[in-house]
C-alpha cells in the first residue's frame, strides 16, 4: 500500500468520516483557510490513481467513497512508522513513546489491561 502525503491523507480522513461525498462537501469539512475547488478535486483524483478511492457518477459530479479501510491504512503506517524508525520493535516504539511523553504509571496500566482485554477477545 503506498503512503500518502498530509494533504491526502487529510482528505481521506474526511472520506472515511463521510463515507461518500462528492468535492463540494469535502471542502465543507476542510478548516480554514479552505482550498480551492480545483485543488481538492487534483488530490481526489490522485488518490483515485493511487487506488485508495473510487466514484459513482451522480448527476453531472461525481461522488467519491474509500476503497481502503482506515484500519488497515494505520496499521501499514504503524508499522512502517516501527520499521523505518525502531528496528521493526513495537517495544522500542512503546518504550521510546513512554520516555518522551512521560506516561506515568496508572495510564501504563491502563494501556496494559487494555491490551490484555483485546488478547481475551
Known sequence: MK???KAEEEI??????????NVKQIIQELPEPKPAYNTVSTIV??????GFVDYEKQGK???????V???DYSNQSINSLVDNYFQGS???????????NDIGLNELESVLKEINKSEKS
Open 3 to 5: 503512503q500518502l502525503t
Open 12 to 21: 481521506m480522513q474526511i472520506l472515511w468520516q463521510l463515507e461518500n461525498a
Open 45 to 50: 483524483r490522485i488518490l483515485e490513481s493511487k
Open 61 to 67: 459530479g461525481h461522488r467519491y467513497f474509500p476503497l
Open 69 to 71: 479501510k482506515k484500519t
Open 90 to 100: 513495537f517495544k522500542s516504539m512503546v518504550s521510546f513513546f513512554i520516555k518522551k
